[in-house]
């Protein structure tokens, strides 16, 4: 059986609302404020901290921007999260198969912990790992290796599944396979681009993307 690790926005949870209600309002605070039209759906996946710099436009005050966004994001945004569509019975299904599987995300982790306790799944994972709150530069790449290492993973047996071109970077970096699934925030040329091994359409393809992929 497969170690599965699993992005969480954008491919557990559909979080956009609270993020960029979140994120928007923190960045007005800042005097950084984005147009209405303005597209900001990429910020979902990347590091914080890196968005944050961009959008503030340099270094200077992303630390601040960083905690004034957390401090929101617990009052409000973390509530706005729900489960996509078909996503929780195919993790209950690929559990159920004897995959162990992983939450592997760059929200930090007290976040991912009430997120996935609250759609009700923390049985279903056998660990969830997220970004330090303090770590500055924390990337999917480090913390795949670090899931890999620290549960003694076999890498030939692993698969790195999510939305973003940093979720299949961090794959390939640590020797492991992925699927860039399509019902989140990123697109199929976006996840194609970046190597990913497979692509998913649907939830409920999950599985057999999945048996196809370790054939």
Known sequence: MAALLFDLDGTIADSAPGILSCLRATLEEFGAAPSAEADLTWVIGPPLHAVAERLLGGPERVDACVAAYRRRYAEQGILA?????????????????????????????????????????????????????????????????????????????????????????????????SIGVLWGYGSRDELAEAGADRLCAAPVELSATLSALLA
Request: a positive charge; hydrophobic letters at 45%; charged letters at 30%.
């Open 81 to 177: 999260a729900e489960p996509f569509p078909g996503v929780v019975d195919e993790l209950r299904r690929l559990k159920a198969a004897g995959h162990a599987l992983f939450v592997c995300t760059s929200k930090i982790t007290p976040f991912a912990e009430q997120i996935v306790g609250r759609f009700g799944l923390a049985e279903l994972f056998d660990g969830v790992y997220g970004a330090a709150p303090q770590a500055a530069a924390d990337d999917k790449v480090r913390l795949a290796g670090r899931i890999v290492s620290e549960r003694r993973l076999d890498a030939a047996e692993t698969c790195l599944i999510g939305d973003r071109r940093e979720d299949v970077k961090a794959g390939r970096a640590n020797g492991l396979r």
